[in-house]
């Protein structure tokens, strides 16, 4: 089992909608939760961090974790073509202190 | 413009160069991190270093030497690279704490030939 998996997509979905990304994690330690957006031939970049359980939003984008699931998603309303991007989980897995592990990515494309 | 720098952004070197990638951080985050991503990969964590001490090596192989060489600086040094270590090379620095995610620099773009 990988300790971060993600729907690879690509997720396509028509400007203005909400966009569902997914993310599960392995390592019931896991303490901390991060969005990263990656552009083509760019560096990721930070969108958004959970730690406790439920909603957390943030302009347009809104974190949700759920640990008993092991379970955390992002949503983005109103969906921009800015948006289109790579968004990579990241989980800060507990047993090995501060050592952030990504998942695959899941490819967004937002259709104008 | 991203307040982690490395240099250089492009970098082609042959298998028996020796070459360095440098990272510079100001933001006074105590951990820096190299990692490794490959073409439609996610990155990998190659090297961690807290408190100016190496903590993680994810079992890299010996050619590739990290040093950090005070609280800002972060070098990675490359000699008889073989070409399947292409890659982009990030370097990313956080406050060490498990809250804190983790800043990017921009990367080096590496090709062996």
């Known amino acids: 089992q990988k300790e971060v998996e993600q729907n690879s997509g690509p997720l396509s979905v028509p400007e203005g909608a909400i966009a569902s990304l997914n993310c599960t994690y392995s390592?019931?330690?896991?303490?901390?939760f991060f969005w990263y957006r990656q552009y083509s031939g760019k560096s990721p970049e930070l969108i958004m961090s959970?730690?406790?359980?439920g909603d957390k939003e943030d302009g347009r984008f809104t974190a949700q974790l759920n640990k008993a699931s092991q379970y955390v998603s992002l949503l983005i309303r109103d969906s921009q073509p800015s948006d289109s991007a790579t968004y990579l989980c990241?989980?800060?897995?507990?047993?090995?202190?501060?050592?952030?592990?990504f998942g695959a990515g899941t490819i967004l494309r937002v259709k104008s | 413009d991203t307040e982690v720098t490395q240099t250089p952004k492009h970098l082609v070197m042959g298998m028996t160069n020796k070459k360095s990638l440098k990272c510079e951080q100001h933001?006074?985050?105590?951990?820096m991190y190299w990692y490794k991503q490959k073409a439609k990969k996610p990155p990998e964590l190659m090297f961690v270093?807290?408190?100016?001490?190496?903590?993680i090596n994810e079992s890299v192989p010996s050619r590739f030497s990290p040093e950090c060489p005070n609280s800002s600086l972060l070098n990675l040094h490359l000699h008889a690279l073989q070409p399947e270590d292409s890659a982009l090379y990030l370097c990313a620095s956080s406050q060490d704490s498990r809250e804190d995610g983790y800043t990017f620099g921009s990367g080096t773009r590496l090709t062996v030939v």
């Open positions: 990241a989980v800060n897995l507990g047993r090995y202190g501060n050592k952030l592990v």
């Open positions: 390592d019931r330690g896991s303490q901390s």
């Open positions: 933001m006074g985050h105590r951990a």
């Open positions: 270093y807290s408190y100016e001490k190496l903590s």
């Open positions: 959970i730690y406790s359980n």
